[in-house]
């Protein structure tokens, strides 16, 4: 039998809680190899998606696959292959990291020397051996990601679901968190990776769906998706007042696009849909002798994306107050 290249197949995946339709009939295909992102504000539905093709949740209605299996007939099969790790994973905080490990290796069949083994060396693997014997209530956020990882490849799943694996903690072990997750991509397995932030979107997924109010709204490469929303603003700062006019001329004509005026007479703003085209702005500035103070290139936020993508800002969409969405949410 082939394996399916297909790890992940949806077709009208619904669910509601009480008035709320949480997933409100998403279609997804999801090849296997790489990071498959899932992008969307707090309560667009990205949990409870994961939930159903993890069989934790049954849908209402519509299909799920995972791994070639039904999600409604055959969660056993499935919850075998797949790991499962993020918003509502358990560690238990009055053990320690080893510990915890031990206590997954155990309850999913091996030996406790095994167990112990395995833990050990994903310790290490994790940049954890010294935290080996803390409490988990004594490790930090960033520490904690890395266990619950930590715990999710005692045995290594085909299917991984990370649910915001790098929410809340710092910029360095948000990096960790991904060069872990690159570590297991080329061991092949397969990832599903929510992420409420574009740029680790952008750095880790090959392809992605931004999902708003329950429905894929967008999809394909980051590339694709930025060249919808376009890749930023390029602002450019010319040292000479009496340039500027020349400036707007010449970024209008190789960007292609509207120029702004700021209310600073040295600075322009105007939007690029690729950086190569922003670098090309800066050359033929200086081709033509207008001298540039300053130039910055910004990043589109997922507030822009969302604009561009359903011409509403995401806060208007929210149903309930933030702090109602968020605990809905665990
Ligand atoms: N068990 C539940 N009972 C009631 N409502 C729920 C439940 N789980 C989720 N919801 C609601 O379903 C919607 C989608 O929630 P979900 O947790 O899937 O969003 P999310 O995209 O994961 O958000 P976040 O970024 O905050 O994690 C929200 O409106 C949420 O309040
Ligand atoms: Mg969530």
Same mark, same amino acid.
């Given at each position: 039998?082939?394996?399916?290249?297909?790890?992940?197949?949806?077709?009208?995946?619904?669910?509601?809680?009480?008035?709320?339709?949480?997933?409100?009939?998403?279609?997804?295909?999801?090849?296997?190899?790489?990071?498959?992102?899932?992008?969307?504000?707090?309560?667009?539905?990205?949990?409870?998606?994961?939930?159903?093709?993890?069989?934790?949740?049954?849908?209402?209605?519509?299909?799920?696959?995972?791994?070639?299996?039904?999600?409604?007939?055959?969660?056993?099969?499935?919850?075998?292959?797949?790991?499962?790790?993020?918003?509502?994973?358990?560690?238990?905080?009055?053990?320690?990291?080893?510990?915890?490990?031990?206590?997954?290796?155990?309850?999913?069949?091996?030996?406790?020397?095994?167990?112990?083994?395995?833990?050990?060396?994903?310790?290490?693997?994790?940049?954890?051996?010294?935290?080996?014997?803390?409490?988990?209530?004594?490790?930090?956020?960033?520490?904690?990601?890395?266990?619950?990882?930590?715990?999710?490849?005692?045995?290594?799943?085909?299917?991984?679901?990370?649910?915001?694996?790098?929410?809340?903690?710092?910029?360095?072990?948000?990096?960790?968190?991904?060069?872990?997750?690159?570590?297991?991509?080329?061991?092949?397995?397969?990832?599903?990776?929510?992420?409420?932030?574009?740029?680790?979107?952008?750095?880790?997924?090959?392809?992605?769906?931004?999902?708003?109010?329950?429905?894929?709204?967008?999809?394909?490469?980051?590339?694709?998706?930025?060249?919808?929303?376009?890749?930023? %603003? /390029? !602002? *450019? &700062? #010319?040292?000479?007042? =009496?340039?500027?006019?020349? @400036?707007?001329?010449? $970024?209008?004509?190789?960007?292609?696009?509207?120029?702004?005026?700021?209310?600073?007479?040295? %600075? /322009? !703003? *105007? &939007? #690029?849909?690729?950086? =190569?085209?922003?670098?090309? @702005?800066?050359?033929? $500035?200086?081709?033509?002798?207008?001298?540039?103070?300053?130039?910055?290139?910004?990043?589109?936020? /997922?507030?822009?994306?969302?604009?561009?993508?359903?011409?509403?800002?995401?806060?208007?969409?929210?149903?309930?107050?933030?702090?109602?969405?968020?605990?809905?949410?665990?």
């Amino acid at each position: 039998m082939g394996v399916p290249e297909i790890a992940i197949e949806t077709s009208g995946l619904v669910k509601t809680f009480g008035s709320t339709r949480a997933v409100d009939g998403v279609d997804l295909t999801v090849r296997r190899g790489g990071i498959y992102g899932f992008l969307g504000p707090n309560g667009a539905g990205k949990t409870t998606v994961i939930r159903m093709l993890a069989t934790l949740l049954r849908p209402d209605a519509g299909e799920a696959h995972v791994l070639g299996h039904d999600v409604l007939t055959e969660a056993k099969v499935i919850r075998e292959k797949i790991a499962l790790t993020g918003q509502f994973a358990s560690l238990d905080e009055d053990l320690t990291g080893i510990e915890n490990l031990i206590m997954l290796g155990r309850l999913l069949g091996l030996s406790s020397r095994a167990a112990r083994s395995r833990g050990l060396d994903l310790l290490a693997a994790f940049g954890l051996s010294e935290a080996a014997e803390k409490q988990v209530k004594k490790y930090s956020g960033g520490m904690r990601r890395r266990l619950d990882i930590a715990g999710s490849l005692i045995v290594t799943p085909e299917l991984m679901f990370l649910d915001e694996p790098t929410t809340g903690i710092d910029p360095r072990s948000r990096n960790q968190v991904w060069d872990i997750i690159r570590t297991l991509v080329s061991g092949g397995t397969t990832i599903l990776l929510t992420t409420q932030y574009l740029e680790e979107a952008d750095q880790l997924a090959d392809r992605l769906a931004v999902i708003d109010h329950g429905t894929v709204i967008a999809e394909g490469t980051p590339g694709q998706l930025k060249a919808q929303v376009g890749s930023g %603003a /390029l !602002t *450019v &700062r #010319v040292l000479d007042e =009496a340039d500027r006019e020349d @400036a707007a001329r010449v $970024l209008g004509e190789v960007i292609g696009a509207d120029v702004h005026r700021e209310s600073d007479p040295t %600075a /322009l !703003t *105007v &939007r #690029v849909d690729q950086t =190569a085209r922003a670098a090309a @702005a800066l050359t033929a $500035l200086e081709a033509e002798d207008l001298g540039i103070e300053t130039f910055s290139l910004g990043q589109p936020s /997922l507030d822009e994306v969302f604009l561009t993508l359903t011409g509403s800002p995401a806060d208007d969409s929210a149903q309930g107050t933030p702090d109602e969405t968020k605990a809905g949410a665990r």
